[in-house]
């Protein structure tokens, strides 16, 4: 059985350039796939980093609605920066949808999806997959 070996590239001054599955460029990880593809894996940690930090610290202090505003304003554009450009696959779209479902389940103390859905429609909160849907639309008219 033969093994596949990739060739080496080589830059201008003579160092040789790894091999990668993922790259970074603007701030937006790019993935080895048999198309472009984005991951949001570190645009999800960094969401993650920052909430965490002002939950941590004013989440028993700040109502419900200051916390959410400060989701909605600051931390979902963490979030979803560079994602409407590339084309994501619906099971990364349910991943971040998910995150802001976790997040109201921790907000509210509570389990219950009814209840965290409902929470969304009163506080007028929309969930990444329609708001890159609407950015992509928006990007594509620009």
């Known amino acids: 059985m033969m093994l596949f070996v990739p060739r080496l590239l080589y830059s201008s001054n003579g160092h040789s350039i790894p091999w990668t599955s993922e790259i970074r460029y603007l701030g937006v990880y790019l993935v080895k796939f048999r198309t472009i593809k984005c991951s949001p894996d ?3 940690r960094g969401f993650y980093r920052a ?15 200051v916390i959410l505003q400060l989701v909605s304003t600051k931390y979902i554009t963490i ?9 994501i696959r619906q099971l990364q779209l349910r991943s971040l949808d998910f995150m802001i479902n976790r ?11 009814r ?7 009163l506080f007028h ?18």
């Open 42 to 44: 570190a645009a999800k």
């Open 51 to 65: 909430f965490n930090s002002i939950f941590g610290q004013n989440g028993h202090i700040a109502s419900e609605e």
């Open 79 to 87: 979030l979803l920066y560079g994602l409407e450009v590339l084309p």
């Open 103 to 113: 997040l109201f389940m921790k907000l509210f103390k509570t389990n219950d999806i």
């Open 115 to 121: 209840l965290v859905h409902l929470c969304q429609d």
């Open 125 to 142: 909160f929309h969930l990444p997959s329609e708001l890159l849907q609407q950015r992509s639309k928006n990007s594509w008219i620009k």
